[in-house]
């Protein structure tokens, strides 16, 4: 796994096996898409699939130049694909590329099982994804308000995850984003901020976690320490067995490719 983007300008995550290779969104150009997979010695040609999330621009940008250039399938929900061919920015697309998926349902691409689950974002028919093969397993959890029990249960048994921390709710506050924006980012359908990230990846620690990135941070209202420490602190304050120190927890880059995570 490696993230290629990851913030509120662009979303792009590789994750892969030795005999197949996927996207999690594609919300950044078709050249920085290649030049990140270029670390991973991968390029778009190997890659299987393109999972969208939803159809925010920042997931989808670069859709559009790879369904007319490399014709790569893309898997989403209705309402999700809807909207992406709705999206007149993006071009003319040959539809027959699109693939529908059923929200709580696996698909398998090569040796990867996929598996999408619904979340409380401002979108169409928004999900999130894990990833298996065999006993191994990530998570991918951005764009959400709130998270249950169900994607607690969804998401356990990660052993790599990426978990959004969009912002600081105080940074939030005094900023100066319009009145109506900071509700909708602090609402049930927006953006998980720093203390519900670290409080949704304490309610999924185990022993064999090896890697928590965290991910799409607001440009704006967050920053990656503040970010880091916020997460740590939740983790530190709980009452269960674990502390931060335990795991090897990572701020996702927003513009440039992470290492590579081997689990």
């Known amino acids: 796994m490696m993230t290629i983007a990851s913030g509120s300008s662009g979303n792009c995550i590789y994750v892969g096996s030795d005999d197949t290779h996927i996207l999690i969104d594609a919300g950044i150009s078709r050249k920085k898409i290649e030049e990140g997979l270029h670390a991973a010695e991968l390029s778009l040609k190997d890659i299987s699939a393109v999972f969208v999330t939803h159809e925010h621009s920042d997931h989808i ?126 609402g049930k359908k927006g953006h998980l901020s720093n203390e519900s990230s670290g409080q949704l990846i304490n309610a999924l620690l185990h022993d064999n976690i090896g890697k928590i ?25 709980s009452e269960n067995q674990f502390k931060a120190n335990d795991f090897d927890i990572e701020v996702a880059k927003r513009s440039e490719p992470s290492n590579i995570i081997n689990f």
């Open 213 to 237: 990135m965290l991910g799409h941070l607001s440009k704006e209202n967050n920053y990656d320490k503040l970010a880091y420490e916020t997460v740590k602190l939740e983790i530190d304050m």
């Open 61 to 186: 940008k670069g859709i559009g130049v790879m369904a007319r250039k490399d014709e790569i399938p893309v898997y989403s929900t209705s309402g999700t694909i809807n909207g992406i061919l709705g999206t007149s920015t993006l071009g003319d697309m040959p539809q027959d590329l699109f693939h529908e998926i059923e929200k709580n349902q696996d698909i398998c691409i090569g040796d990867l099982c996929i598996h999408d689950f619904q979340v409380s974002h401002d979108a169409n028919d928004p999900v999130a994804y894990t990833i298996s093969k065999d006993h191994k397993k990530a998570g991918i959890i951005t764009d959400l308000g709130i998270y249950d029990d169900y994607i607690v249960e969804n998401l356990k048994g990660s052993e790599v995850m990426l978990v959004e921390a969009n912002h600081d709710v105080n940074l939030l506050q005094v900023g100066s984003y319009p009145y109506y924006l900071k509700q909708r980012i602090l």
